[in-house]
């Protein structure tokens, strides 16, 4: 079974352009969680959705940050501008949704922003 | 407000040596407990749940956790550590709906010969 697929895995741009990152579910699944993990802060969450929803965007840091779900099988996390501090691990995870069933992650995107 | 509390951010270990990874959970129902593993360059990966079936929970590559509702505790234990276990390993709980997660800090463990 094909788990959350993300891309791209690895990306590095200079500050203030725009950084798209994007996520694909685990078919099925109807809840979609973006995290960012660095040393400093740890695994933070940006932003979930389900069914396409937003639910909770709290953890977004800025209004830099937004993020989308056009459909059940795509979702993308847009950085504009881009500043060095944006540097970081973007996991998404997907899940059914259910209270007692876990998240799958994916491998992540490394973002550098030079 | 459910939060999760990893005591020890490092454990060292020697291989064969068993391995204990301490997670308190507070929560004021009867939480949904998970423990992942995230080895370099890697995702989260799970290694267990407890979902309230049985309070001993056996997991991938020899880990299992026990569900103590008195000590609000949920432990990860492996009798003997390789040093293919060394990753950084982090407890979680679930968050009312959608499935929202709570995660502890995480616990780095390394494994010497």
């Known amino acids: 079974d094909a788990g959350v697929i993300q891309s791209p895995r690895h990306e590095v741009t200079e500050m203030g352009q725009e950084v798209t990152l994007r996520c694909k579910p685990i078919s099925g699944h109807n809840s979609l969680f973006w995290y960012r993990q660095t040393m400093m802060r740890g695994l933070e969450l940006l932003i979930y959705?389900?069914?396409?929803?937003?639910?909770?965007d709290s953890g977004m840091p800025e209004d830099r940050f937004s993020a989308k779900m056009p459909n059940a099988s795509f979702s993308t996390l847009k950085i504009q501008p881009s500043e060095p501090r944006d540097s970081a691990v973007y996991f998404c995870?997907?899940?059914?949704?259910?209270?007692?069933?876990?998240?799958?992650f994916g491998d992540g995107t490394r973002l550098s922003i030079l | 407000a459910q939060s999760v509390t990893q005591l020890g951010s490092h454990v060292s270990v020697s291989e064969g040596a068993l391995v204990l990874l301490r997670c308190n959970y507070s929560s004021s129902v009867p939480p949904y407990l998970f423990w992942y593993v995230q080895y370099p360059n890697q995702g989260l990966q799970l290694l267990l749940k407890y979902t309230s079936a049985a309070t001993l929970v056996k997991g991938i590559n020899g880990f299992e956790a026990e569900f103590k509702k008195s000590e609000t505790s949920f432990h990860l234990t492996k009798p003997s550590a390789h040093m293919s276990d060394a990753a950084e390993y982090f407890c979680?709980?679930?968050?009312?709906?959608?499935?929202?997660?709570?995660f502890g800090a995480g616990t780095r463990l390394a494994v010497h010969p």
């Open positions: 959705f389900n069914n396409n929803v937003p639910i909770d």
């Open positions: 979680a709980v679930s968050r009312g709906g959608y499935n929202k997660l709570i």
């Open positions: 995870a997907s899940s059914s949704g259910q209270v007692n069933q876990p998240q799958h």
